[in-house]
């Protein structure tokens, strides 16, 4: 009888939780994996085993290599800008300051707009001739790029909107990591004369790396996934400029209906992310100061 | 600097303050001033910043050529079902994880562990044909149902149940209450914050979620905000003195999470330094 009731008990507490997570997330991951050794279509009923053919296709193909290597300039421009301003800003909002609340909520505010609207409005800002970005350049006479309509501009500003978006929120974890510095530490430096830059440099950096690390990691799994942006400004264009790993996967699967090519581009992505994730935490324990 | 407070340092950080400040709004500014000018004031150069006459019926004109309202109430509503469903489903799980002793619990929550670094754009082609055979492709039911699974949230509240103390479970254990009893008495209360927390950002989440609900509905009636939002761009975007009726179309998309963020910003923030949500 007790045992019955335990029984029941999970099932009720772990099965049922458990049923949507699994149709919707362990058990889809598997089946990517599988249809990666395939060739099928969608439509068709049927499909054939392709054994790594997928992959192998995947890994000559000129246009994965171009998306990786979009994928890595996007995140590497994303991921530092957004750390240094979400730090920089962080350090402005000082513990006591009059209107904290105030400054800390504008600066956090672009990030829970949805991406689709504000992409929306920068591709407007973008606007070569009349957007508002060329016509400021143009009040101290600097050069006006032809940003999304321009392969060489086109990917700059698609991370500008995602460093807009992204950096309040890096900003909120530096402000929380910043708060738990202990004061003497700067008293100590102060009555050693240390400059602004050096106590920078020898107390706040050492001291937030574990945030730094954390924001690393989480922002280069988001870049990875960075979709609503590219498909409102771009579609991954011009000429390919701002096709990622994700959009490629994206028009593979739902374009082209090419479902083995995409699921086996879909686990080359998951792997990117597993050793990213990995390697920056075995990485951690060398420079992060716990 | 950083707790050194002389006047001309305040003023200095008073003055980086203001002009990160304005670049950060700018854009939200910007999209506001834009949706109340007429084709011709949009398109002047140099610019002009505010509307000589504001065209407040850009907004009626927008909602006349696609239906913002319906889209932004599909929206709300499924956001809402699968808030309610992801924090019902991962506080049961939550309850699992931290009160009850099974086999196989930490493989279980190690693994949900190992796959939220995971993209979620992985699962799509199979989930997309699992949504198809529920026969639910073009519902809103279909996002939701597909939406209801939240490594995040069952984090978040599990976080939440280990601070319950130990003592207070007991207790209510020894007045006779069963697990739902300690669950619905016990520790969601306890956990109310966090709760909120999880749904809030959970909300914000879905509302603005665009690639998985763009693939699923096709009819204009099912369309999310962020479908509907970016139909309307592609389509009359060619025409550009519609520029000012899309302006005031993403006016409508952001108000309300901004009307929310205004209303719980401290929650927002403290919800978000506290528990370290994904981006």
Redesign the interface.
Same mark, same amino acid.
């Given at each position: 009888m007790g045992r019955l009731r335990g029984t029941f008990?999970?099932l009720?507490?772990?099965g /049922?939780? #458990?049923i949507? $997570?699994f149709?919707?997330?362990?058990?889809?991951?598997l %089946?990517?994996l599988w @249809?990666s050794f395939t060739n099928w279509d969608?439509i068709s009923p049927s499909f054939d085993y392709v054994g790594i053919d997928n992959y192998t296709n995947t890994l000559t193909s000129e246009t994965f290599y171009e998306a990786l290597k979009n994928t890595i300039f996007f995140s590497v421009w994303t991921i530092v800008p957004t750390i240094i +301003?979400g730090l920089f800003?962080a350090? $402005? $909002?000082?513990?006591g300051?009059k209107g904290l609340?105030f400054?800390?909520? +504008? #600066?956090?505010?672009? !990030?829970?707009?949805?991406?689709?609207? &504000?992409s +929306?409005? !920068?591709?407007?800002?973008f606007q070569a001739?009349?957007g @508002?970005i060329n016509?400021i350049l143009g009040w101290f006479h600097l050069p006006q790029p032809q940003w999304l309509t321009d392969s060489d501009t086109a990917m700059w500003a698609i991370i500008i909107v995602t460093v807009?978006k992204? =950096?309040?929120?890096a900003m909120?974890?530096y =402000?929380?990591s910043?708060s738990k510095i202990p004061?003497d530490l700067?008293e100590v430096s102060?009555i050693e004369g240390a400059s602004?830059l050096q106590?920078i440099k020898t107390i %706040?950096i050492p001291l937030v790396s574990p945030i730094t690390l954390?924001l690393v990691i989480?922002?280069a799994?988001?870049a /990875?996934?960075a979709?609503?942006q590219i498909?409102?400004m771009t579609q991954g264009g011009p000429a390919g400029s701002t096709r990622t790993l994700?959009y490629l996967?994206?028009q593979m =699967?739902?374009e082209q209906f090419n &479902?083995g090519q995409?699921?086996a581009l879909?686990?080359i992505?998951?792997l990117i992310?597993?050793v990213l =994730?990995l390697s920056m935490f075995y990485a951690s324990k060398k420079w992060v100061h716990y | 600097m950083v707790n050194g407070a002389t006047k001309p340092k305040r003023f200095v950080n008073y003055l980086l303050l203001i002009l990160f400040g304005s670049v950060m709004i700018l854009p939200l500014v910007w999209m506001f001033l834009s949706s109340l000018k007429t084709s011709d004031e949009i398109f002047a150069v140099p610019l002009t910043w505010i509307p000589s006459n504001p065209q407040w019926d850009n907004f009626s004109r927008a909602m006349e050529l696609a239906p913002f309202g319906l889209y932004i109430y599909n929206s709300t509503v499924t956001a809402i079902f699968i808030v309610v469903f992801q924090i019902i489903s991962s506080s049961m799980f939550a309850y699992a994880l931290t009160q009850l002793e099974f086999k196989g619990k930490n493989l279980l929550f190690n693994s949900i562990l190992i796959t939220y670094m995971l993209p979620a754009a992985a699962t799509y082609v199979p989930s997309y044909v699992i949504v198809a055979r529920l026969g639910l492709l073009d519902t809103l039911t279909g996002i939701i149902i597909s939406n209801i699974a939240s490594v995040f949230t069952i984090f978040l509240i599990r976080q939440a149940f280990l601070q319950v103390p130990k003592e207070l479970v007991e207790a209510a254990r020894a007045d006779g209450a069963n697990d739902l009893t300690v669950l619905m008495k016990v520790m969601i209360p306890m956990s109310k914050s966090t709760i909120f927390t999880a749904a809030l950002i959970s909300f914000v989440q879905m509302y603005n979620n665009y690639l998985w609900p763009s693939l699923i509905v096709s009819s204009q009636e099912k369309y999310l905000i962020t479908v509907g939002l970016n139909r309307f761009f592609t389509t009359q975007g060619t025409f550009a003195d519609q520029w000012p009726l899309i302006m005031a179309a993403n006016v409508l998309a952001v108000l309300p999470l901004l009307i929310l963020f205004i209303f719980l910003h401290k929650w927002f923030i403290k919800g978000i330094s506290d528990n370290g949500v994904k981006g």
């Open positions: 008990k999970l009720f507490f772990v /049922i939780p #458990l949507p $997570l149709v919707f997330w362990f058990f889809p991951m %089946v990517s @249809l969608y +301003i800003l350090l $402005l $909002l000082k513990e300051l609340t400054f800390r909520s +504008i #600066l956090f505010s672009p !990030w829970i707009t949805p991406m689709v609207a &504000m +929306i409005v !920068w591709s407007w800002i001739d009349v @508002l016509q807009w992204n =950096a309040g929120w909120l974890f =402000a929380d910043l004061n700067y102060d602004w106590k %706040v954390f989480i922002s799994i988001d /990875i996934q979709y609503d498909q409102v994700l996967y994206y =699967a739902f &479902m995409a699921t879909a686990t992505i998951v992310t597993g =994730a | -």
